[in-house]
């Protein structure tokens, strides 16, 4: 009975560990994706803003970053920003679910808590392969849990707004824009005035 006891309380620790873990780093995404990088330029106060909204897990983050460094190039007196794009409906919220419920199977597993012996189910077999082989059985987990939730929260977006005006959408194009394409869309959106003029020193 102090055996039971004990492995009961050390499963009650190791959840507890768990939800700290996942309030954790679901608090340190939000904020990651939340973020609004900085720029060379980002300074800049009442002048034109340019917005990107991305898919990060897609792995748009380094198209954004080219994007700043170019733009800063020809276009110094505009403020660029970038985010995370939130995928739609509860695909965020699920990703979430997965990823709790990818911690705490792994928890399951590193613990050997019988879950079948507690409900008064006997063992089936899988299950005691799955804790006679805990490292193949938790990197199982973790790859298919991280396969599902990024499969989740891949939105494929790379939108693009020029003073709250959308003027570029991945989701409707099917592709992120050339950079000649988007010099050309702020050239006529804004249609350059004295005050806000390319830089001459840009190489085309």
């Keep these: 009975m102090a055996f039971i006891g004990n492995k009961y309380l050390t499963f009650a620790f190791c959840l507890f560990i768990c939800f700290i ?10 904020a990651a994706e939340k973020e609004i990088p ?8 009442g002048g034109p803003t340019m917005t990107f909204l991305y898919c990060y897990s897609c792995g748009y983050r380094k198209a954004f970053e080219d994007y700043v460094n170019i733009l800063s190039e020809r276009y110094p007196q505009i403020t660029v ?3 995370n794009y939130d ?3 509860f695909n965020m919220y699920l990703s979430r ?3 709790a419920a990818k911690i705490l199977f792994i928890v399951v597993i590193v613990s050997s808590f019988d879950i079948f012996g507690t409900i008064g189910q006997q063992t089936p ?3 005691r392969h799955l804790l006679e082989n805990k490292l193949y059985a938790c990197m199982m987990v973790f790859f298919v849990g991280n396969m599902l939730e990024g499969q989740l929260v ?14 570029w959408s991945k989701l409707q194009t099917g592709r992120i ?5 988007l010099f050309q869309i702020i050239d006529n959106q804004l249609q350059f005035t004295e005050t806000i003029q390319e830089n001459p020193d840009f190489v085309k």
Excluded at 177 to 181: D, I, T
Aim: aromatic share 10%; glycine share 14%.
């Design 38 to 45: 900085a720029t060379k330029f980002g300074q800049n106060v």
């Design 125 to 127: 077999g899988w299950w």
């Design 177 to 181: 824009p050339a950079p000649q394409e």
């Design 21 to 30: 873990l996942v309030g954790n780093i679901n608090s340190g995404v939000d």
């Design 87 to 89: 995928p739609p409906g």
């Design 97 to 99: 679910i997965v990823f």
């Design 154 to 167: 891949a939105s494929g977006a790379f939108e693009i707004t020029l003073n709250d005006v959308p003027v």
């Design 81 to 83: 920003n970038g985010a």
